[in-house]
């Protein structure tokens, strides 16, 4: 099947623009055109700008991107290269959810804390606010 540049977009979730810049970096390869030139995509074209898409979400910059298509399209060869980038994003996206789930355990204690305050069974204590001082 044949895409558009606009039912692309719409498959992969992309903007027109974004799926635009993808195409004049160089990060789509081996792009047609129809008689109108305007470009049209395959599937296997779909699949790669998926895969973009997925890349882009695991923190990829267009760089990396570029240099790992450069891997992809010299085949098989490179696949320990490969693995070796995309294991640095995995490494780095644990970390990201390590801090992200720390950041919701504050939140979680923080609102409960709240909650008990509200509900009188705890004095308020502020770490910004000095307490008067007993005498």
Same mark, same amino acid.
């Given at each position: 099947m044949i895409y558009t540049m606009m039912q692309v977009c719409k498959k992969a979730n992309l903007t027109y623009q974004t799926l635009k810049f993808y195409c004049n970096e160089g990060l789509i390869p081996n792009v047609k055109r129809d008689k109108n030139n305007r470009r049209v995509f395959d599937e296997r074209n779909l699949k790669w700008i998926q895969d973009l898409v997925c890349?882009? /979400?695991?923190? %990829?910059?267009?760089?990396? %991107? /570029? *240099?790992?298509? *450069?891997?992809?399209?010299?085949g098989e !060869?490179?696949?320990?290269?490969?693995?070796? %980038?995309?294991?640095? /994003?995995?490494e780095a996206l644990r970390? !990201?959810?390590?801090?992200?789930? !720390? !950041?919701?355990?504050?939140i979680d204690w923080k609102q409960s804390f709240y909650d008990e305050v509200l509900s009188g069974k705890r004095p308020y204590v502020s770490n910004l606010i000095p307490m008067e001082e007993e005498t």
């Open positions: 890349l882009k /979400k695991c923190g %990829m910059s267009i760089q990396e %991107m /570029k *240099d790992y298509l *450069d891997l992809c399209l010299q !060869s490179t696949i320990p290269q490969r693995k070796e %980038m995309l294991t640095k /994003k995995q970390c !990201s959810i390590e801090e992200l789930e !720390s !950041s919701i355990a504050y």
